[in-house]
């Protein structure tokens, strides 16, 4: 388990991650609609 | 249906039941039953936090969309990673802490009684209707595209879950969930195999879905600020994440999922599975459905997908006038067909020709789909329903008639499995709020744990009869459905905002609490009645903000509860 102290840490580092990849997979959606719609 | 079909869904519904059945040793004590002695590993919630969120109506209604519509629906569920993460630092250390078996609970804890009363009857209320709905929509359908008896077919999905719910508690919802997303996802799999595997030799899945995306169908985001839309990228963004932090942060049907997780690390891990995994599974499901679309236009489809819809029309008067619309469209089918084999063929002979042949693929098919409408109109005459709409119908239909045996059990069996694994959260969360909530807080407050025990057993099995009446019901009255879905969207938002109240503030007190909610559902139905063409999605955030503005004003006015969290 997460040692308190360091818990925003990994809270900080997991939102960055997970907003990281929800705007790489916007990125994906819009790119497959520019792509094959063209 | 062929035999081996039907033993693979036998196969299923004995395996599940089985499998819930002999979770009931681990439920001797209450907290076993609702919440799992809090033992569960992060990813069996984050599975059964998914599984529950995905019923048999979003998995056949979302291909059906796919079909239709494309890709759009997917931003619908942009606001759901953010919602995950303030749920993360928000309630789930709030309620893991509070050691409450129901969100509701920690409102009386934080605010009084009368405020956790109403928002528990209103979930429960809400909750136990839509729990009906949740099995009258596949039954409804299965029962249309297979010619099954009705009352038979909610039956079947409703009593199995309900005996192995009742007797195996939130262990045997969970563990079943597991199995059942695995059925549902194995399914996915299949489907888009034989999808695949169905273009003809010359059409290259590069090729079919360049065909697809010259009709708009891969456009997945669109970024006007509007709110008369549904699915725009900014309802789904803001829209959704309020929706969804109702759903995920306020429903017991979910609160109750990741209550029952090892620790507070381990309930956020479960709901991050949901923020990394959600939007790429809803989008393959919607891209099934786009498969579907390139599938039949290749390979004729009917020219409705409601078989019981268009036998009435042909026993009705309009029968010649149906004769002549088919006809038409027998014809558009096999132009629209030539033009996409044309399409898909010019990718490779440069862009002035592959622009010529995907607009003459999109004329064909604007005509086909202009033939489809007045076919719909016909049916809304003849059967008198105005809103005649058989997209529900889509993907079905293409199990039913495209899939090999065997494949057909295993796609009928993951339609259970959806509608199954929803049921059975809802029902054990209906049990808890009815328990916890209400019998021991204001019925019988001092019994034993054994006596809590069978009351609980009890009322899941009684939820489960009512669910199963009220979908039968449902089924002979189409609108109720939509009742339903308007009801709860009249107060999602508003008990997103008491607990805002409860979490985010601390001088909000239950009385300013209490009138904000009622002052919110007042909103959000004024708005959803005057203002009927704002897209609900923003209807959540109207909610919450009344009930914050109102909750606070009535707060501050009355002094405050400095009371600490």
Known sequence: MTAPENQPLTIRATAVRVLATEVLVIAALWLLGRYFSA | MHWIDWAVVAAYLVWIVY??????????????????????????????????????????????????????????????????????????????????????????????????????????????????????????????VLGWNLTLTVLAIGVPTAVYTMFGGVQAVTWTDVKQMVVIVAGLGAAIVVLLAGLPEEVSLLGALHVAGSTGRLEALDFRFTLTETYTFWSGLIGGLFLMLSYFGCDQSQVQRYLTARSIQ??????????????????????????????????????????????????????????????????????????????????DQGEPAFQAATREFRERDADLMALRRDAAGLVARVSGDARYNDVNYVFPTFITTRMPIGLIGLMIAAIFAAAMSSIAAELNSLSAATVIDFYRRHVRREAPDSHYLRVSRIATGAWGLLACGVAVYATTLGSLIEVVNRFGSFFYGSILGVFVLAIGTRRATGTGAFVGLIAGMASVAHVAFWYPEISFLWHNVIGVAAVVLVGMTISVRSGGARRER
């Open chain 2, 266 to 347: 381990e309930g956020r891990d479960s709901l991050m599975m949901s923020a990394y995994v959600k939007i790429p599974l809803q989008a393959l499901v919607l891209l099934t459905g786009v498969l579907v679309f390139v599938f039949f236009l290749f390979s004729p489809p009917p020219m409705l997908f409601n078989p019981v819809h268009e036998e009435r029309v042909r026993a009705s008067a309009e029968s010649a006038e149906y004769e002549r619309l088919q006809g038409r469209f027998d014809a558009l089918y096999q132009a629209r067909r030539e033009a996409a084999l044309g399409a898909a063929a010019a990718r």
């Open chain 2, 19 to 144: 499998d819930g059945l002999r979770r009931t040793k681990g439920s001797k004590q209450v907290e076993g039953y609702f919440l799992a002695n809090r033992s569960l590993p992060w990813w069996a919630v984050g599975l059964s936090v998914m599984a529950t969120q995905l019923s048999a109506i979003t998995l056949v209604g979302t291909t059906g969309q796919g079909y239709q519509d494309g890709l759009r629906f997917v931003q619908f569920y942009f606001g759901l990673p953010l919602a995950m993460l303030i749920l993360s630092v928000t309630v789930v250390p709030f309620f893991h802490r509070a050691k409450v078996y129901t969100a509701y609970e920690y409102l009386e804890q934080r605010f009084d009684a009368k405020t956790r009363a109403l928002t528990s009857f209103l979930f429960v209320v809400s909750r136990g209707l839509s729990c009906g709905v949740i099995i009258a929509a596949p039954a409804v359908i299965l029962s249309i």
